[in-house]
């Protein structure tokens, strides 16, 4: 049954280390892309990593191009952070002397007015702090050093793209897939076409890959939906088994091995694997940038009125950031319109016609 059903047992710490010893690592967009995420520090202990596993490494095509389509949107969050931050402290400010002037601003026991003072110079030191930080960040708008790094390490280590013909037939299949929710990918669905198949045509170059190298592999990403992993209470457990088995049965050698980390597993293996001195604040930075990524769920859009757009399927809301800044919810939103909003040759002015005063709203933040 074990030889059957492969896919569905989960290694031993001994098949782990095992694979471990002869496998191909892999690595998904969203990693390489949360590397603009990390501090000085841990960008240093991944590319040290990288580079003692530099000879077994090989990314599908389909990261390569994702990476590079998404790089400047996340370089961008990354500078829009300073001033999302000090706008927030100077809202909140704001709201708090509203509130206290209004309820305590004479008081017999308490002085309003120095709390505030206090508050504000408080206040003030920390946006100078951010001032500072902000003065300090690396302008990867006009050099990307993370790039270069990576482009070196990468160089002959990507997949050929696949032609017309082989990715219209794969996004037949995908649409397939979705229909009985076959991993990976369903959960992009509702995504704009070609968007939606992304998760498809990575999945499948791995596939070819392995038929060709019979090698294990070991994929690390940052996605973790469930079309990925396997969840229980909320929880991520283990890679998707139905995943591992496809794998495994579309290679079709008896030896053939596959798993999955996410970035902070992956790190943390690796440097027992490599000897390296433990950082544990390392793998505690991948894991918060992994939740606090996977927590959002707009996703960027070209536009010059609309900046991301997120949907829920669950609770039909969906979620539009402006390019001022603003975001938005617009409530009991079908399906079909924001399936329409993500394939608008305009999204702005499908959104003014489609959905602006159309559905009732209201404003986060």
Same mark, same amino acid.
């Given at each position: 049954?074990?030889?059957?059903?492969?896919?569905?047992?989960?290694?031993? @710490?001994?098949?782990?280390?095992k694979i471990w010893q002869q496998c191909i690592f892999s690595f998904d967009a969203n990693v390489l892309l949360h590397i603009y995420s990390y501090t000085p520090e841990t960008q240093e202990r991944f590319f040290e990593i990288i580079?003692?596993?530099?000879?077994?490494?090989?990314?599908?095509?389909?990261?390569?191009?994702?990476?590079?389509?998404?790089? !400047?949107?996340?370089?961008?969050?990354?500078?829009? #952070?300073?001033?999302?931050?000090?706008?927030?402290?100077?809202?909140? =400010?704001?709201?708090?002397?509203?509130?206290?002037?209004?309820?305590?601003?004479?008081? @017999?026991?308490?002085?309003?007015?120095?709390?505030?003072?206090?508050?504000?110079?408080?206040?003030?030191?920390?946006?100078?702090?951010?001032?500072?930080?902000?003065?300090?960040? @690396?302008?990867?708008?006009?050099?990307?050093?993370?790039?270069?790094?990576?482009?070196?390490?990468?160089?002959?280590?990507?997949?050929?793209?696949?032609?017309?013909?082989?990715?219209?037939?794969?996004? /037949?299949?995908?649409?397939?897939?979705?229909?009985?929710?076959?991993? @990976?990918?369903?959960?992009?669905?509702?995504?704009?076409?070609?968007?939606?198949?992304?998760?498809?045509?990575?999945?499948? /170059?791995?596939?070819?890959?392995?038929?060709?190298?019979?090698?294990?592999?070991?994929?690390?990403?940052?996605?973790?939906?469930?079309?990925?992993?396997?969840?229980?209470?909320?929880?991520?457990?283990?890679?998707?088994?139905?995943?591992?088995?496809?794998?495994?049965?579309?290679?079709?050698?008896?030896?053939?091995? =596959?798993?999955?980390?996410?970035? #902070?597993?992956?790190?943390?293996? #690796?440097?027992?694997? !490599?000897?390296?001195?433990?950082?544990?604040?390392?793998?505690?930075?991948?894991?918060?940038?992994?939740?606090?990524?996977? #927590?959002?769920?707009?996703?960027?859009?070209?536009?010059?009125?609309?900046?991301?757009?997120?949907?829920?399927?669950?609770?039909?809301?969906?979620?539009?950031? =402006?390019?001022?800044?603003?975001?938005?919810?617009?409530?009991?939103?079908?399906?079909?319109?924001?399936?329409?909003?993500?394939?608008?040759?305009?999204?702005?002015?499908?959104?003014?016609?489609?959905?602006?005063?159309?559905?009732?709203?209201?404003?986060?933040?």
């Amino acid at each position: 049954m074990r030889d059957l059903f492969r896919g569905y047992y989960k290694p031993t @710490p001994e098949e782990l280390a095992k694979i471990w010893q002869q496998c191909i690592f892999s690595f998904d967009a969203n990693v390489l892309l949360h590397i603009y995420s990390y501090t000085p520090e841990t960008q240093e202990r991944f590319f040290e990593i990288i580079n003692g596993l530099n000879e077994r490494i090989w990314i599908p095509h389909q990261v390569a191009y994702e990476y590079q389509k998404n790089r !400047l949107y996340v370089i961008s969050d990354q500078i829009k #952070a300073y001033a999302d931050i000090e706008s927030i402290l100077n809202k909140n =400010f704001y709201n708090l002397r509203t509130e206290l002037f209004k309820d305590y601003k004479r008081h @017999p026991f308490l002085n309003t007015q120095e709390i505030l003072e206090h508050l504000e110079n408080s206040i003030e030191e920390i946006k100078a702090k951010i001032k500072l930080a902000q003065s300090n960040h @690396p302008n990867y708008l006009e050099k990307d050093d993370l790039r270069e790094i990576l482009t070196d390490l990468l160089e002959g280590k990507v997949g050929k793209p696949y032609c017309e013909d082989e990715l219209e037939n794969i996004y /037949q299949k995908a649409e397939k897939r979705f229909s009985y929710k076959r991993p @990976p990918g369903y959960k992009d669905a509702k995504k704009p076409v070609p968007k939606n198949y992304g998760d498809v045509v990575l999945w499948f /170059q791995l596939i070819d890959y392995a038929r060709v190298q019979q090698k294990p592999i070991i994929f690390v990403t940052d996605d973790d939906k469930e079309d990925w992993w396997l969840k229980y209470d909320g929880e991520t457990v283990e890679p998707r088994p139905d995943l591992i088995q496809e794998i495994i049965s579309e290679v079709g050698v008896e030896d053939f091995k =596959f798993y999955m980390y996410h970035s #902070a597993q992956f790190i943390d293996y #690796a440097e027992k694997f !490599l000897n390296l001195p433990v950082k544990p604040e390392a793998v505690k930075e991948a894991r918060e940038i992994m939740l606090q990524d996977s #927590a959002t769920k707009r996703i960027p859009i070209e536009s010059n009125y609309l900046r991301s757009v997120g949907y829920d399927s669950s609770t039909q809301v969906l979620e539009i950031e =402006f390019r001022r800044g603003e975001v938005y919810q617009y409530i009991d939103v079908p399906p079909t319109v924001y399936t329409e909003l993500m394939n608008a040759p305009s999204h702005g002015r499908y959104f003014n016609t489609n959905i602006k005063e159309v559905y009732s709203c209201r404003k986060l933040g």
